[in-house]
């Protein structure tokens, strides 16, 4: 059994040393999504929308524009006896989105293949180089991103990305608590070694399937800690 800790909202803005930005509503919802995606905002977390507002010297308006536009986004949810709270996914969700992803990234991967340059493929691997490097859980899944962003953004299939992104963010919060109580790097790196060979080799179908085998593994991952979460409460 393990504890999780719940940041509140107020401690994790008291502790940005005065950055400028504070006075801004965008700021404030980049701070709550970064947050929520990070897993420095639990799920279950309270989210006080009198709390920011005052941290941040702003009326209650911005605040709650975004607390709307994390709402929409299925971050944080709203219910009358608790106010808003970080959104907790339940395993049947966390399947279904892992679904929806392999599905998309198959087709996203598959498609990019044969429009990726030698820049693209050198900037690839330079992201999984990077996540060799990494010094912590964080920037492990910010490379991680981003070696995924760089493949898909050839596919020249703006919605199907936007819907990964969406169902990526609402996994996020998730996916970088499992790397760090799973290790699973190794794993996911080797994985990546062999997208890009594929897309080396101009193999499109071989990229999508490592691909789809690739995004259901993580989800596995997430299902399993949703699962020990539960089962503490």
Sequence with gaps: MYIIYQATFLEIVMSDGGNPLRGSSVYVLE????????GTLRPGSPIRQRQIADQFKLSHI????????LESEGLVVAS???GMTVASLTEAEALEL?????LLEEYLAR???PRLSDTDLAQAEQAIAAIDRAQNTTEIVEFNSAFHRILYQRA???HFLRAVEQARVNLGRYL????????????????????LEACRRGDAEEAGRIMATH???????VVRLIREQAQTL
């Design 215 to 221: 995004v259901r593994a993580v989800g596995e991952s």
């Design 156 to 158: 020249d299939a703006p």
């Design 62 to 69: 911005p605040v709650r524009e975004a607390l709307w536009q």
């Design 80 to 82: 009358h006896n608790r």
């Design 111 to 113: 498609r990019c293949v």
């Design 176 to 195: 970088l608590m499992t790397w760090r109580r799973e290790g699973q790097t190794d794993r996911s790196q080797e994985e990546h070694r062999q997208i």
């Design 31 to 38: 701070q709550l999504r970064d947050a929520i995606t990070s």
């Design 98 to 102: 892992t679904e929806f992803r392999a």
